[in-house]
């Protein structure tokens, strides 16, 4: 999921950020600028004769058009669907509907490209734009349902309690009332899945799609034209960066018109009468396809695969590679997270608010173009860490900053600062203060920030498929490596921890979505 940096807090008694917090604070902004100064200075490169010779070719405009169409529908499909799931199970008197909610949620567990996998592996009908979109859909609506419902249950109900009372009916007061009260929600949730169908991959590679992504990696690995790849990167960026910026900026804003916790109530629930049969048939065969099937699937080429011995070989082999890459990138990622969100919390200022916003907004960008500016930066600049396990740890430290960041804030802010004070009038200095102090006492949300980010880095695919140095596997290269072969089997135990990697956050968040939920069943 994506993340928005939280309002700055009220500057507390320390002023002057200390020189060596400062200089942490630059590393992780200098790596998160880097895909974006990439993109400039390839395209200054090449010149504005072979920009525009690239821009104009009809490919570009045939890769153009599948991506807003893939981006678009699936955005839409996912709006309306979870929408309607989340107005089904928070408003009517539907019966079960702390299992619904953990139904519709549970799709987040299979990974994209693992769903494009088992639905890829019934047949070749299921490839295509047409099949990208139904399959993505049921992939990512859960994105728009959780915010939703979330909304639906905080929302305060006064405002409906008067529209009914003017005489408005149920259907005008859900678009007069309710709606306009959901539209930030939506909205978030709408950028979020259009900002991961333009940085999208590895389910459309494996469902024989052409789309922006696609085309840079195959300019890039398979023609060994960096140049072009670069180009296509920059219009890809162009597309990305204001559906990011937008998402960090509506996410970060107030959502519902609601403030004293006293006048919340359950509102009234609508009876579905003789609709009930055909809303539960609809919720029943949406979670099917959204999770039955993949399961089903994974299960079956399971079976195939431990029958013929296929692909658990290199089960040890991916299992260790995941493990260390991303322990590593965890790791990295926290510690360039630290100075950045103690800069913000402590010593709140215009140029510490941008430096802690940029990262969120290079979350919105391709892994793919995240990768080809550390290529690009590491052959220029310092061949060493060319196809090196660094390189693939940086990569992952510019995409999941944010991540890190949030976890962090959270400790960061209930640390005060009157405590590494009393430390330095002590006699010590500003990094031993911290190091004795405050590390300390945030070393609880380091942890968890590292455990999700440890959990989310174990189905990373686009950028470690391009930086993983030669030998090195992990599960989701693994996955997509056999399924592009077509061996749907050899794929499947790979494909399986996978699932249950993912798995885990879900579960955590599934429990969360039920607790708030649970005084209205």
């Not at 990138?329 to 916003?357: K, Q």
């Not at 930066?377 to 990569?395: D, G, H, K, N």
């Not at 405050?438 to 942890?447: E, F, R, S, V």
């Amino acid at each position: 999921m994506s993340l928005s940096p939280p309002s700055s807090r009220a500057p507390g008694p320390m002023r002057r950020p200390p020189a060596w917090l400062l200089v942490a604070a630059l590393v992780p902004v200098a790596l998160a600028a880097l895909p974006l100064l990439y993109v400039v200075s390839r395209g200054t490169e090449a010149g504005l004769t072979a920009m525009w010779d690239a821009l104009a070719r009809p490919r570009t405009g045939f890769l153009l058009a599948n991506t807003l169409g893939l981006a678009i529908g699936v955005t839409l499909a996912s709006t309306l669907i979870g929408t309607a799931c989340a107005w089904v199970i928070e408003r009517t008197d539907l019966p079960g509907r702390r299992w619904w909610r953990t139904l519709v949620c549970l799709p987040l567990a299979v990974p994209a490209f693992v769903s494009s996998y088992a639905w890829a592996s019934l047949g070749p009908g299921f490839q295509g734009l047409g099949g990208a979109i139904l399959i993505l859909t049921l992939s990512h609506f859960p994105l728009i349902y959780l915010p939703a419902a979330a909304a639906l249950r905080r929302m305060d109900t006064r405002l409906e309690d008067v529209a009914r009372s003017l005489g408005e009916t149920a259907p005008a007061t859900f678009r007069r009332v309710v709606l306009p009260q959901l539209r930030p929600a939506l909205g978030g949730g709408a950028l979020l899945v259009l900002s991961h169908m333009l940085a999208e991959f590895g389910a459309l590679s494996l469902l024989r799609v052409q789309t922006f992504t696609t085309a840079i990696f195959q300019e890039y690995e398979l023609q060994f034209n960096s140049a072009n790849a670069a180009l296509l990167s920059g219009v890809l960026m162009a597309l990305c960066l204001p559906v990011a910026l937008g998402e960090a900026r509506l996410r970060g804003r107030h959502r519902l018109a609601r403030t004293d916790r006293r006048s919340r109530r359950q509102p009234p629930l609508a009876r579905l009468g003789r609709a009930m049969p055909l809303v539960q048939a609809g919720l029943g065969l949406l979670t099917a396809a959204a999770l039955g099937v993949p399961l089903a699937m994974l299960a079956y080429w399971l079976r195939v695969g431990f029958s013929i011995g296929a692909g658990t070989g290199d089960l040890p082999a991916a299992i260790a590679g995941s493990l260390e890459l991303s322990i590593g990138g965890a790791v990295l990622t926290t510690l360039l997270a630290l100075p950045l969100v103690l800069l913000v919390v402590r010593y709140r200022s215009a140029a510490a608010s941008l430096a802690e916003r940029l990262p969120y907004v290079v979350h919105g960008l391709p892994g793919l173009v995240v990768a080809l500016a550390l290529i690009y930066a590491s052959i220029r600049w310092v061949p060493a860490l060319y196809q090196s396990a660094a390189l693939v740890l940086i990569a992952y430290a510019i995409l999941f900053l944010p991540l890190a960041q949030s976890g962090l804030r959270a400790a960061a802010e209930l640390v005060p600062p009157e405590l590494e004070q009393a430390a330095r009038t002590l006699g010590r200095g500003p990094l031993a203060a911290f190091a004795a102090v405050t590390l300390p006492a945030l070393a609880p949300g380091i942890g968890a920030a590292m455990a999700l980010i440890v959990l989310e880095l174990m189905r990373e695919l686009t950028a470690t498929l391009l930086l993983a140095p030669a030998g090195v596997t992990t599960l989701a290269t693994e996955v997509w490596s056999y399924t592009n072969d077509g061996s749907y089997a050899a794929a499947a135990p790979f494909a399986a921890l996978l699932v249950l990697v993912s798995g885990v956050p879900v579960y955590v968040f599934t429990l969360r979505t039920l607790k708030t939920g649970r005084r209205g069943d």
